[in-house]
């Protein structure tokens, strides 16, 4: 039984360089989250794909974030220019089309730290 | 306007001891659901029990219970017979909306539970 998997785990990066991340759902399940998780705070939702279609962003998405989900499957989370603002666990969550109450998965997160 | 209210930063509860982490929230929908989730220090959120709010039992998974006060606004989370590896951070959660539609989790700031022997 797989997961949700993220990649990577960590990544250390410099203020300015752009990060790229991987959210590998649960097969089959269709609809996919990005939260971002900052110290000592709950998750904050980020943006939500049901298939391919991205449906909803929150407004902490910033120009400098984008999320795809080119096939429906696997989804990549990009910053651009990094701030040290970004520094955060970032997580993944996917839930089935047909759940009675639509539980989010949850990966095992990737942790930016930009110095 | 915070939408979910965790007000005990910590908690302490010795091992086979029963604890209850508070929860409290803040919606004008009629039909949404409450979450709670466990997050060890590895990072991952565990799902640990679901109430939605047309529910009229109480959820039970195991040595989870929520305790459901609809009129007061609160979902609190149970957890007897504490073990060992209970300690971590719990958070509750709630997603506006019935299942079927958008499913965005509103988290609050988290209960840190350590369980001592």
């Known amino acids: 039984d797989t997961g949700v998997s993220q990649d990577p785990r960590h990544k250390i990066t410099k203020r300015g360089q752009n990060v790229t991340f991987r959210c590998d759902p649960i097969?089959?399940?269709?609809?996919l989250y990005w939260y971002r998780q900052t110290l000592g705070q709950g998750p904050e939702f980020l943006t939500y794909?049901?298939?391919?279609?991205?449906?909803?962003k929150s407004r902490l998405l910033s120009d400098r974030f984008s999320a795809e989900r080119p096939k429906g499957s696997f989804s990549t989370l990009e910053i651009q220019r990094t701030e040290q603002g970004d520094s955060a666990m970032y997580l993944c969550a996917s839930s089935p089309p047909d759940g009675s109450y639509n539980e989010q998965f949850f990966g095992p997160g990737t942790r930016l730290t930009v110095l | 306007a915070q939408k979910i209210t965790q007000t005990q930063p910590g908690m302490f509860v010795q091992e086979k001891e029963a604890v209850t982490l508070d929860c409290t929230y803040d919606t004008s929908d009629q039909s949404y659901g409450l979450f709670w989730y466990k997050q060890p220090s590895s990072g991952e959120m565990i799902f640990l029990i679901y109430q939605g709010s047309y529910d009229e039992q109480n959820a039970t998974e195991g040595r989870y219970s929520l305790n459901f006060q609809k009129a007061r606004k609160s979902a609190n989370l149970v957890i007897s017979a504490s073990q060992l590896g209970d300690s971590a951070m719990y958070f509750c959660a709630m997603r506006e909306g019935g299942p079927q539609g958008f499913q965005k989790l509103v988290f609050g700031t988290g209960t840190r539970l350590l369980v001592s022997p």
């Open positions: 794909f049901q298939n391919e279609a991205q449906l909803e």
């Open positions: 097969s089959e399940h269709n609809r």
